[in-house]
């Protein structure tokens, strides 16, 4: 019978055994809106959080009456803004107007970022990614947790856990004394029309649920002081070194870590196919059992599942909502432009 998970709000910290994997590259953007320091660890959700969830709604009803086509004013009225003031919002959030920005939400810009799905995992191993490096000012680096450890739930593993603002919402992140091992979405980020994980006010404590169910036997301990840096590396901002570092810790099946690993070979500005990462891994008929894996990635927007695409350009599933799917990579777009 497992032993009752902790969750508390103090605990001296366990350290874990992990055995070191390879070491790869992730990329993230920088936010260069209002900047995240120790004060973001408060439980409110921050500016960045309130400017999405104004997009998130924009991008669901832009979606929902793509055959219509909605014009600026039709948008901002939605959303409950003048033009004026939804176009200022949209831009201090994506960096372009949105209308350059509807532009990344097309099947057309789907199949874009897949031109060379076949090859870009491929590719990522001959520039040499499999090693250390850096990518956009980030450096990212990751260990996988023994097959053990990953069978014993967690067990004699202590992670701290805090809720932040991020340019997708408030997000919640976990830590161990190794690195970061979740980074999930826990704000009211699905407009209606749009399926997917709840996370609203009461859904803070699902999103805590969800991410503790994958580690059922640790003692999670509320610290967003501790996990406050780790979330300025990703989206940048004060308090963020330069250049940014992570390390990342992998917890998953021997199956889950290899799909995890190859998602981080992903570059931005590409996309590839869940048929394509089951090929690179040498399991050419198992694409089902890779967008399961995909579905159970802890660690969202730093291991990046939001760029695996179905073949056809559709966007095929995301743990945390379509919406913010959408907004992610077209946020990403707007960076690399």
Same mark, same amino acid.
Not at 24 to 36: K, L
Not at 173 to 178: L, Q, S
């Given at each position: 019978m497992r032993p009752k998970q902790q969750i508390e709000r103090l605990s001296d910290s366990i350290g874990s055994d992990c055995a070191p994997g390879g070491v790869?590259?992730? %990329? =993230? *953007? #920088?936010?260069? !809106?209002? !900047? #995240?320091t120790g004060a973001l660890a408060a439980a409110a959700p921050g500016a960045r959080a309130r400017d999405y969830s104004v997009v998130a709604k924009a991008i669901a009803y832009i979606t929902e009456h793509s055959t219509q086509q909605p014009g600026l004013e039709e948008i901002a009225r939605h959303v409950g803004l003048s033009a004026f003031h939804f176009q200022r919002l949209f831009t201090r959030w994506a960096g372009i107007s949105p209308k350059a920005f509807l532009q990344t939400l097309t099947v057309d810009h789907a199949r874009y970022l897949l031109r060379h799905s076949a090859s870009v995992l491929d590719t990522a191993y001959e520039v040499g990614l499999s090693g250390p490096g850096r990518l956009h000012d980030l450096f990212v680096s990751y260990e996988?947790?023994? $097959? !053990?450890d990953y069978k014993s739930g967690g067990s004699g593993l202590a992670m701290r856990y805090g809720y932040h603002d991020s340019p997708f919402g408030v997000c919640? =992140? /976990? /830590? #161990? %004394? @190794? *690195?970061l091992a979740g980074l999930a979405f826990a704000d009211d980020h699905e407009p209606d029309g749009f399926a997917g994980h709840c996370?609203? %006010?009461? *859904? @803070?404590?699902a999103a805590l649920a969800d991410m503790a169910g994958r580690w059922p036997n640790a003692q999670l301990v509320e610290d967003p002081v501790a996990t406050a840096p780790h979330v300025a590396a990703i989206f940048g901002g004060e308090g963020a070194e330069t250049p940014r570092k992570l390390d990342v810790v992998l917890i !998953? #099946? %021997?199956f889950d870590v290899s799909v995890w690993r190859t998602l981080l070979r992903i570059p931005r500005g590409f996309a590839t196919s869940y048929s394509d990462i089951a090929r690179h891994i040498g399991r050419p008929g198992a694409a089902r059992a890779v967008g399961s894996a995909v579905g159970r990635n802890p660690v969202s927007f /730093? /291991? $990046?599942c939001h760029r695996v695409l179905r073949k056809s350009g559709a966007l095929g599933g995301y743990h945390w909502g379509l919406a913010r799917k959408q907004a992610i990579i077209g946020w990403e777009a707007a960076v690399a432009a």
């Open positions: 790869d590259i992730s %990329e =993230a *953007g #920088t936010w260069s !809106g209002r !900047g #995240t996988a947790m023994s $097959p !053990g919640l =992140a /976990v /830590v #161990t %004394e @190794r *690195g996370a609203c %006010e009461n *859904g @803070r404590a !998953g #099946t %021997e /730093v /291991v $990046p």
